[in-house]
């Protein structure tokens, strides 16, 4: 199993710019989120899904958008690049059951630099 | 809402030193308590997790303790090894809740 993989691993962009980020799971996980990592605020969440076809917002989701189309693959898309969304973001993925949430697996993470 | 604050960093130690990282949190109702611990470069691994007051969760020479009188779940190590050094973070779930909530980390480094 390859785990929970992301792609990029680096990319800078420019004011304005929209990409996607990209993150699969080979584990047949039910649940998928998005965190972002900044410098002495931990992880915040920025968007969830339970499944395919399911996806709602977490602590900090403006700017980002999400879809889950499948449930291997759930992709971050940039809508406009601000220089407030340079961060290193996590895709993170869990097996859930009956609303129990079991052991999170990360990611190797995504650096964005926006300028 | 449910939040986690820990200890801030960075913290430096000998090998073979004490380590504690102080938690604590504010929930409603039980939630379940983890720390994870991020090396240099990688994403997040779970190194433990305690779903239950008095709970001990351990792995790696690591305990925590579960302590809902004083809200808390702090992190020990008797013994640190240069391969302890890591991004260390206590996260929350709330009863019945999807979302991990995280304090903002704590550094560690240990020099031989």
């Known amino acids: 199993n390859a785990g929970v993989t992301q792609t990029p691993k680096f990319q800078v962009l420019k004011t304005g710019q929209s990409m996607t980020l990209q993150c699969a799971q080979d584990m047949n996980h039910e649940y998928m989120s998005w965190y972002r990592q900044d410098p002495g605020m931990g992880l915040r969440l920025i968007h969830y899904?339970?499944?395919?076809?399911?996806?709602d917002q977490g602590e900090v989701p403006n700017g980002y958008n999400v879809s889950r189309s499948t449930t291997e693959d759930f992709p971050l898309r940039l809508l406009s690049a601000a220089p407030s969304q340079t961060s290193v973001y996590f895709c993170?993925?869990?097996?859930?059951?009956?609303?129990?949430?079991?052991?999170?697996?990360f990611g190797p993470g995504t650096r964005l630099t926006v300028t | 809402g449910d939040s986690v604050t820990q200890m801030e960093g960075p913290v430096t130690l000998s090998e073979e030193a004490f380590l504690t990282i102080n938690c604590t949190y504010t929930a409603t109702g039980y939630p379940s308590l983890f720390w994870y611990v991020q090396y240099p470069g990688e994403g997040l691994q779970l190194l433990l997790k305690a779903t239950k007051a008095d709970d001990k969760g351990s792995n790696k020479g690591f305990e925590a303790t579960y302590r809902k009188e004083t809200t808390s779940f702090h992190l020990e190590k008797g013994s640190v090894q240069v391969s302890d050094s890591a991004v260390y973070f206590c996260?929350?779930?709330?009863?019945?809740?999807?979302?991990?909530?995280f304090g903002a980390g704590t550094t560690v480094t240990v020099r031989a």
């Open positions: 993170a993925s869990s097996y859930s059951h009956s609303g129990a949430l079991y052991e999170q697996y």
């Open positions: 996260a929350l779930k709330g009863f019945n809740d999807y979302k991990l909530s």
């Open positions: 899904s339970v499944g395919a076809g399911i996806t």
